[in-house]
C-alpha cells in the first residue's frame, strides 16, 4: 500500500473514530454534567493509549529534538481538547450530522488557508476555482444537513 493510500485510509478511519468519539464523550458530559470533565476523560485515556503506544515502539517522549520545534507547535494538545470539550457539548444539543458537517467546514476553510499561505511548513497549495468550488459545497452541504 502506497504512502498516500494508507494516509487516506488512515484518515478515513479517524473520521469514523471521529464520529464515534463526540456522542460517546456526550455520554460523559451528560453523567457528569459538564462537557469539560468528558473532554478531560477522554485526554486522559488517550494519553494513557498514546503513552503505551511510545512505550512499546521507538518514539522518544523526551527526544532532544522537540527543544528545537517552534512554540505553537506545543498548541495541538489545546486544539484538540477545545475540540472534544465543543463536540461534547454540541452534539447532544444540535445532532452529530450537524455537528460534524459543521466541524468539517470550519477544517475545510483553514485547511484551504493554510495550504494557500504555506503555514506550519507545509507545501504551499493556492487555493484554486476548483479548491474554492469544493469549500462552497462542504458549506451548502452543511446548511442542508442543518435545514433537515
Known sequence: MSGALLSLFVALVGG???AAQAPTNALLGKASG??????????????????AAV?????????????QVPWYAWLGGFYG????????????RVGLGVFLTAAIAGQLAA?????????????????TL??????????????LVRKS
Open 16 to 18: 469514523v473514530l471521529l
Open 111 to 127: 485547511a484551504l488557508l493554510v495550504d494557500h499561505y504555506g503555514l506550519f511548513g507545509l507545501i504551499r497549495q493556492p487555493v
Open 81 to 92: 481538547a477545545f475540540f472534544v470539550a465543543a463536540a461534547a457539548f454540541g452534539a447532544p
Open 130 to 143: 476548483t479548491r474554492a468550488a469544493g469549500l462552497l459545497l462542504v458549506l451548502v452541504g452543511a446548511v
Open 55 to 67: 512505550a512499546v515502539t521507538s518514539g522518544k517522549l523526551f527526544d532532544p529534538g522537540l527543544k
Open 34 to 51: 459538564s462537557a469539560i470533565v468528558a473532554a478531560f476523560i477522554s485526554f486522559l485515556i488517550g494519553t494513557i493509549a498514546l503513552g
